[in-house]
């Protein structure tokens, strides 16, 4: 996968570069400028993409490591007489919430952000809203709860349901300051914003975004075009 991910990088700097010299009109030429804007949404196309190639082999290794925390709970279960041969607890104990995702229609916390993500990545948004709020309502400590905040706010925003996005966007920062997400989620939280033609207040996120932020990806692509 990591090789895969190295690859697709480089495709993007090779299709960028080769990219620029598709059109041989003056830099100044109507031409030119049409054919640079294109390509610049053909990279921002490839960058999210990337994103979400990067997010699912996170999940993936994620995924694995569950299923071996869930093995590792089993067999110390066995060494204590509290499984059956069935696979049933005797005694409630500390292993409950591996049982619980062994459960028929239950699933670990990684397998239910997957399928969460799954569904916002096929556009199936009112799905995946539902998916990510039972995951940050049943695991709002996870490690990809910063992150399924932020992909809950993106379906509101694909939906144009712009001001719940907003709000979505905002408790990445509130409730994960220190995740991944959170520079892009201010980012986003501008977007919207816009959209709502709300553009003093899109200035002031920006802000807010280049003080909290100021060496993110984020802050760099709210200075484009300045």
Same mark, same amino acid.
């Given at each position: 996968?990591? !090789?895969?991910?190295?690859?697709?990088?480089?495709?993007?700097? /090779?299709?960028?570069?080769?990219?620029?010299?598709?059109?041989?009109?003056?830099?100044?030429?109507?031409?030119?400028?049409?054919? $640079? /804007?294109?390509?610049?949404? +053909?990279?921002? +196309?490839?960058?999210?993409?990337?994103?979400?190639? *990067?997010?699912?082999?996170?999940?993936?290794?994620?995924?694995?490591? +569950?299923?071996?925390?869930?093995?590792?709970?089993?067999?110390? /279960?066995?060494? !204590?007489?509290?499984?059956?041969?069935?696979?049933?607890? !005797?005694?409630?104990?500390?292993?409950?919430?591996?049982?619980?995702?062994?459960?028929?229609?239950?699933?670990?916390?990684? +397998?239910? &952000?997957?399928?969460?993500?799954?569904?916002?990545?096929?556009?199936?948004?009112?799905?995946?809203?539902?998916?990510?709020?039972?995951?940050?309502?049943?695991?709002?400590?996870?490690?990809?709860?910063?992150?399924?905040?932020?992909?809950?706010?993106?379906? &509101? &925003?694909? $939906? *144009?349901?712009?001001?719940?996005?907003?709000?979505?966007?905002?408790?990445?920062?509130?409730?994960?300051? *220190?995740?991944?997400?959170?520079?892009?989620?201010?980012?986003?939280?501008?977007? @919207?914003?816009?959209?709502?033609?709300?553009?003093?207040?899109?200035?002031?996120?920006? *802000?807010?975004?280049?003080?909290?932020?100021?060496?993110?990806? @984020? /802050?760099?692509?709210?200075?484009?075009?300045?």
């Amino acid at each position: 996968m990591r !090789t895969l991910i190295a690859s697709f990088v480089l495709a993007i700097f /090779a299709f960028a570069a080769t990219g620029c010299a598709l059109n041989p009109a003056s830099p100044g030429g109507a031409g030119f400028e049409s054919e $640079l /804007a294109r390509l610049r949404q +053909d990279q921002r +196309d490839l960058a999210r993409q990337l994103e979400r190639t *990067q997010d699912n082999l996170l999940l993936m290794e994620a995924r694995v490591q +569950d299923q071996q925390k869930v093995l590792e709970q089993l067999r110390g /279960a066995a060494g !204590t007489g509290k499984v059956t041969e069935g696979g049933e607890m !005797t005694a409630p104990g500390e292993n409950g919430d591996v049982l619980a995702s062994l459960a028929p229609g239950a699933g670990s916390p990684t +397998d239910i &952000y997957l399928k969460a993500f799954a569904d916002y990545a096929a556009g199936r948004y009112p799905q995946s809203i539902l998916g990510f709020e039972a995951f940050l309502k049943t695991y709002p400590n996870s490690e990809y709860a910063g992150n399924a905040q932020f992909w809950l706010g993106e379906c &509101y &925003y694909s $939906l *144009q349901r712009y001001p719940r996005a907003i709000e979505e966007f905002r408790k990445v920062v509130d409730l994960y300051p *220190q995740g991944g997400k959170a520079p892009e989620a201010l980012l986003k939280t501008a977007a @919207a914003q816009l959209e709502l033609h709300q553009m003093e207040q899109a200035r002031e996120t920006l *802000q807010v975004l280049r003080r909290l932020y100021p060496n993110s990806d @984020a /802050a760099k692509k709210s200075r484009q075009g300045e």
